[in-house]
């Protein structure tokens, strides 16, 4: 089946400019995370999502990073003012919920941004 | 606060050659802990998971080792190949909570 999707792939935004990110996750798959990736880093936390419920929201660097579900299933990752360090490729990942066994994490190819 | 430690943070080797990458996190209360490739400009691709209460997995020529205890991890790939040549990334998700907690990676090139 399908995997995880992420768009666009790449966008660059002049600093001050409002973004939006889209992921659609996996069908069935009522977790959605998103994670910030900095040149040569790791991936680090932003936010969760069970179903339309943001449940933790803590790795938001700032309030202008704002992030909603609103049905359950296609996310909307929204930067408002980019700043240069914004700049970084943005995951998606889904998963299945709480009681499933593995809990694994499927990640979608990331959306690059770049502020000028 | 869990941190998670990669070495070496890159490494080169001929093909043929068997390797591990280490990975150590300060929090031993794991629930698990998933190995993951990324090629360049690429998403994350899941190659092993370990479950807190299992000491290994194996898929083809990798294997995945985990002591809980001594909060340490290693990625064994055996006979490197040039299509081996990517970051590895190790992330653990704790026992309680919902997010993976990554390494910085080990960036691999398996020269031919």
């Known amino acids: 089946g399908a995997g995880v999707s992420q768009s666009p792939r790449y966008k660059v935004a002049k600093r001050g400019q409002d973004v939006a990110l889209r992921c659609d996750p996996i069908s069935g798959h009522v977790s959605l995370f998103w994670y910030q990736q900095a040149l040569g880093q790791g991936p680090e936390f932003l936010t969760y999502?069970?179903?339309?419920?943001?449940?933790?929201k803590s790795g938001l660097p700032s309030d202008r990073f704002f992030a909603e579900r609103p049905e359950g299933s296609v996310s909307t990752l929204k930067i408002q003012r980019t700043q240069q360090e914004d700049s970084a490729v943005y995951l998606c990942?889904?998963?299945?919920?709480?009681?499933?066994?593995?809990?694994?994490?499927?990640f979608g190819p990331g959306t690059r941004l770049t502020v000028t | 606060k869990q941190e998670v430690t990669q070495i070496p943070a890159a490494l080169s080797v001929p093909e043929g050659e068997n390797l591990v990458l280490n990975c150590s996190f300060t929090?031993?209360?794991?629930?698990?802990l998933q190995w993951f490739r990324q090629d360049p400009g690429k998403g994350l691709t899941s190659l092993l998971l370990i479950q807190s209460s299992q000491r290994e997995q194996t898929s083809g020529r990798l294997n995945a080792s985990l002591d809980k205890s001594s909060g340490r991890s290693t990625l064994y790939i055996a006979a490197s190949q040039p299509g081996d040549s990517a970051t590895y990334l190790c992330a653990v998700k704790q026992e309680y909570g919902n997010k993976l907690v990554f390494g910085a990676g080990t960036i691999l090139r398996v020269k031919s």
């Open positions: 990942a889904s998963s299945l919920p709480w009681r499933a066994p593995k809990l694994e994490q499927y």
């Open positions: 999502f069970q179903n339309e419920a943001q449940l933790d």
């Open positions: 929090d031993s209360a794991i629930y698990n």
